[in-house]
Nanobody, 128 residues
């Protein structure tokens, strides 16, 4: 499974971005997807998670009510809509995947340690 993120960039505080994660070589139908981020000098932070059928979704505390995770299994893609961006949202955003049954329950603030496929990351910078 190969993952490629896109959609990052420079945005002013209060702005929006939509990140995309496309998978190749393997269908995402049996994978839970997570978005994670890492700010300079900080550890990896779980941002959002969605299970393979989209029935379980969870968000990190710092992004609740601002970010929305979604997926399109037919297109083999996942998305992260980010609204109300703040400077503290700055970092490299990664898409991760792990094989999980359809009943898998996502957790907020997932540390991602059991996600075993990763993209290369996309930079998000929130600054005026």
């Amino acid at each position: 499974l190969q993952l490629v993120e896109s959609g990052g960039g420079l945005v002013q505080p209060g702005g929006s971005l939509r990140l995309s994660c496309v998978a190749s070589e393997v269908s995402l139908n049996y994978y839970a997807i997570g978005w994670f981020r890492q700010a300079p000098g900080k550890g990896r932070e779980g941002v959002a998670c969605i299970n393979s059928v989209g029935k379980s979704i969870a968000y990190g505390d710092s992004v609740k009510d601002r970010f929305t995770i979604s997926r399109d299994n037919a297109a083999n893609m996942a998305y992260l809509q980010m609204n109300g961006l703040k400077p503290e949202d700055t970092g490299v955003y990664y898409c991760g995947a792990k094989i999980a049954l359809s009943g898998y329950r996502c957790i907020g603030n997932d540390d991602g340690n059991d996600f075993d496929s990763w993209g290369q990351g996309t930079q998000v910078t929130v600054s005026s």
